[in-house]
């Protein structure tokens, strides 16, 4: 359940469906990749960057204001947000340029959605001494202008990319135009659990921290497991990173929160999960939405950083298994979840993470006053208050 087999595939999905040009290139990446693994050398100094310069572990926090206010379970929050940089993907950044540095590979490139990849790969760029350049859909770079001067800031290029939707599907395919061009110098830094083999592997071993350190807090003030464990999911970084550790404790549920964008029932959404069909996109099996020619549909989400027809081989796997709930929140109850956040517990969410925050609503009642329910809070949303009011979600005070 938990690891890809030889070929990279997470039962049907997954794999390397690449041009010839870079088989070698991934064969090489997962040597050293596996070499760095068994390098104690390696591992200490990831682990020694993840806690000085990432600020790791993240609290696991009680959700008072929730927990009183839906009057059900205990809610608590993984505190993603607050890594340094306000969202989790520098835990797989880092991890991912120091692998490059140990490659020898002068040029990072990374694709980014809502701009939080783009600003950790340059976080980590800038700390490790190395050039970066990242590719963001130009609808992304207009509603996400606060992470792209933070990426300009920290030294790195933004390349907008005007094909397609202009979002996060384009700029991955950009992306791997490029790394073919340039593969001697060039290291992709890749975003979430997408991409060929060993990318989705590799991320979600990176992210796996998040579901390591839950299940020691919440044994350490708990003193048991949690009976669900809920997180948005896009590519599924996130998702991921916490349901991995808990794969095999059953007792668990794990429920992905897609986006719904504006109702299932339309065609503004971006649920491969619950809509979608198995098909192949940027190097690996996966569900995917598409038409019945197998054309990429457009999708759609409030949220930058879930605004993709497609999600990690992974999550199609634990979707195929029965082991994950597929869920969805739409784009007015996401408003409505960040909001409340915010009024409830001080804290501003980012809108992909609000999405599972939305679904909260929709389960508490499934649960009783001794069941502990774990938010992953996998950033924060500074960077999106412009866009919740120019969707009429300006709060009254």
Known sequence: ??????????????????????????????????????????????????????GRPTPLYFAEGLTKLFNGPKIYLKREDLCHGG???????????LLAKRMKKSR??????AGQHGVATAFACAKLGLKCEVYMGAKDV????????RMKLLG?????????????KDA???????????????????????????????????????GKEIKNQILSQEKRLPSALIACVGGGSNAIGAFHEFINDTEVNLIGVEAAGKGLETTKHSAPLNLGTPGSLHGAN????????????????IAAGLDYPGVGPELAHLKKSNRMICAFATDKEVISAYNLLCTKEGI???????????????????????????????GRGDKDIQTVISNGGEPDG
């Open 1 to 54: 359940m938990t690891l890809p087999d030889k070929d990279g595939k997470f039962g049907l999905f997954g794999g390397r469906f690449v041009p010839e040009t870079l088989m070698n290139a991934l064969f090489d990446l997962e040597r050293n990749y596996l070499e760095a693994m068994n390098d104690c050398s390696f591992q200490n100094t990831l682990a020694n960057y993840l806690t000085d310069f990432v």
């Open 87 to 97: 969202a989790h993907k520098i835990n797989n950044t880092l991890g991912q340029v």
């Open 108 to 113: 990072i490139i990374a694709e980014t959605g």
């Open 142 to 149: 207009a509603r996400q202008q606060i992470n792209v001067q």
């Open 156 to 168: 790195a290029k933004v390349r907008p990319v005007i094909s397609g939707s202009q979002t996060l």
């Open 172 to 210: 991955i395919n950009e992306t791997m135009r490029n790394w073919v061009i340039e593969l001697d110098s060039t290291f992709y830094c890749v975003g979430s659990v997408v991409g060929p083999h060993p990318y989705p592997m590799m991320v979600r071993n990176f992210q796996s921290i998040i």
């Open 286 to 301: 996966t569900y995917l939405l598409q038409d019945d020619f197998g054309q990429i549909k457009l999708s759609h989400s």
């Open 348 to 378: 501003i969410p980012a809108l992909e993470s609000a999405h599972a925050v939305a679904y909260l609503a929709n389960i508490v009642s499934d649960y009783d006053k001794d069941s502990i329910l774990v938010v992953n809070l996998s």
